[in-house]
């Protein structure tokens, strides 16, 4: 269970590029890394408008002169200090993380990026050279995987609770851009750009949360094809609002993602149900304490997070104790923890020996949006992965 104590011998000198007024992320990033006192934020470049970034910056209580107007002027400044920052997180829109997640790495920072890592394998690919020729952290934004109970279904699975994995059904598949939601909101509008928000949008926006829990509660599994169909319902959307991808897997198991902003009338929609020869479980990110736990012949179950039943590994995720709810802010605190205390064992020369969203979470999210913009585009046709 996680009292708080510290997880490093002082706290990480942090900064962030992006994440300031407007943005839908910045705040849970900043909310998650300060939660358990592993991170101090000092520095940020963390808006496009350097005045309004500044302003922002003093306001989160980070010194005039280390709110910085970019991303490279942050960093160059920093790496002169004796206390400069040690890790950056990003928080930006999804064509600007390549280059900065680049520039930190070359930089010698330790870095949390938001996904997609960027838009071509080829360029996922470089990052993860940089990654291991650097020997640094990198850490890719799927914060669902903080949830206690993801722990408690991998285990289950680690343990053959479900015996052989068969088939994972799996949705993202949200109503909130129904509309053309984007022609209103500066926010919403380079998500369906192209050039802004890479070949994909539900795909990249939502699809990869799923394939990452995937990875997560069965990494055994691997992909051998998949073939994937999308549209674009509102009218002059350039990318697409609607997307389904079928899963072949090495051990023959098969998966289906569906990724929506058009699911009329669903405010969330996120759901993954992971079938096995014995049982099966089922998570609902709306109720993230619960994971649905159901043994053929025998009557269904609703394991709790909290509770002593649960597998130690989920247990030490806990945050409050049995009975009281936990949510997104606590999943992603979690994460943050992980990533405060990779990054102490890298700086000790120590082995990282748990899971967590790696480089090689990200190389497989940007490829697998290739694999289905591909496949979509030779008439759902199926695609060697």
């Known amino acids: 269970m996680i009292f708080g104590e510290k997880n490093v ?5 942090w900064g962030m590029v992006g994440g300031g007024r407007g943005s839908q992320i910045g705040y849970i990033h900043r909310s998650a890394a300060l939660r358990d006192f592993n991170f101090e934020l000092v520095a940020g470049a963390f808006d496009i408008v350097p005045e309004r970034g500044i302003e922002f910056g003093e306001n989160c209580h980070v010194a005039a002169d280390r709110c910085y107007s970019d991303y490279q002027t942050m960093f160059e400044a920093e790496a002169e200090r004796p206390d400069g920052i040690q890790a950056v997180s990003i928080a930006t829109p999804n064509f600007t993380h390549y280059e900065i997640a680049k520039a930190a790495l070359e930089a010698g920072l330790h870095v949390y990026c938001e996904k997609p890592l960027c838009f071509t394998s080829e360029q996922a690919e470089e990052l993860e050279t940089l990654v291991k020729k650097s020997g640094k952290i990198m850490f890719v934004s799927y914060g669902y995987a903080g949830h206690q109970m ?6 289950m699975v ?6 052989k994995i068969r088939i994972i059904n799996m949705q993202f598949a949200h109503g909130g851009n129904n509309v053309a939601v984007e022609k209103k909101a500066a926010s919403q509008a380079w998500r369906v750009d192209p050039k802004k928000a890479g070949p994909a949008f539900s795909m990249g926006d939502v699809g990869t949360h799923m394939l990452y829990l995937t990875e997560a509660i069965c990494p055994q599994l691997h992909i051998n094809r998949l073939m994937c169909t999308k549209q674009s319902f509102v009218e002059g959307r350039m990318l697409e609002d609607n997307a389904m991808t079928i899963m072949e897997y090495d051990n023959g198991a098969i998966g289906y993602i569906w990724s929506s902003g058009v699911n009329a009338g669903e405010q969330f929609g996120f759901r993954i149900r992971i079938i096995g020869e014995k049982a099966s479980v089922a998570w609902d990110a709306e109720k993230p304490n619960y994971l649905s736990y159901e043994v053929q012949g025998e009557s269904p179950r ?10 130690p590994e989920a247990l030490a995720d806990d945050r409050i104790g049995g009975g009281h709810p936990e949510g997104l ?4 605190s979690n994460l943050y923890t992980k990533f405060a205390i990779a990054i102490d064992r890298c700086e000790k020369g120590k082995a990282v020996d748990f899971w967590y969203p790696d480089i090689h979470a990200g190389v497989l999210g940007v490829k697998w949006v290739e694999k289905c913009v591909e496949s979509a585009d030779k008439d759902s046709a199926w695609i060697t992965f």
Request: glycine share 10%; proline share 3%; hydrophobic share 30%.
């Open 302 to 311: 609703m394991l709790s997070r909290g509770n002593s039943y649960l597998y």
């Open 9 to 13: 011998d002082t706290p990480i000198c």
């Open 329 to 332: 802010f606590e999943a992603w």
């Open 150 to 155: 993801i722990e408690q279904a991998r285990k």
């Open 158 to 163: 680690e343990n053959g609770d479900l015996g």
